[in-house]
């Protein structure tokens, strides 16, 4: 079973839990997605929450990513405004080879996770994904054993269906 960890973080949180779960399985690749976007830093808090809360994606690197080897894709976000970020918006939509596959999704935060689970979801089955789990991750807990745990668990069961 050939797992594709795609993730975006912009402080670590969400790197920490992609690493620690690649770390975890066997026949695995880790792929960091970044934001090629130029904000003002003065708004930069701003714009990237109005761009979140609108659903909108954002110039990313790797501008396209292929996972037609994989058989099950884990995709980590931070919650921004909510929702995942504008990055893992675009990655989804950068996928290819995605259709009918197994996805997870994992999402940092700090305390307010939102929609982010659903927004996912419906981001994911609009690939015709098939979302096999969900979880929120706070920012404290991403060295939780009960959490890490229960990420393990969920990506474990993917693997054998
Ligand atoms: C632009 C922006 C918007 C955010 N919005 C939320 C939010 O709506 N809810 C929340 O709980 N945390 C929010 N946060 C906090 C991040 O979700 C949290 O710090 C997360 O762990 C960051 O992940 P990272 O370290 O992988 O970048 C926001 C952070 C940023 C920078």
Known sequence: MKICIIYHSETGTTRHVAQHLASACT???LIEVYDRAYY???TRFMSRCKKAQGEETTPIEPASIDVSGYDLIVL????WAFKPTPVIH????ALKGCE?????GFFCHGGMPGSSEETFTTWCEGRTMQVRGTMTIHKKEIENEKKTKEILTMV???TRA
């Open 76 to 79: 980590g976000s931070p919650v």
């Open 100 to 104: 009918g596959k197994p996805v997870i």
């Open 40 to 42: 003002v830093p003065l």
């Open 90 to 93: 675009a990655a989804i939509l």
């Open 27 to 29: 026949d695995v690749r």
């Open 156 to 158: 474990s069961a993917a």
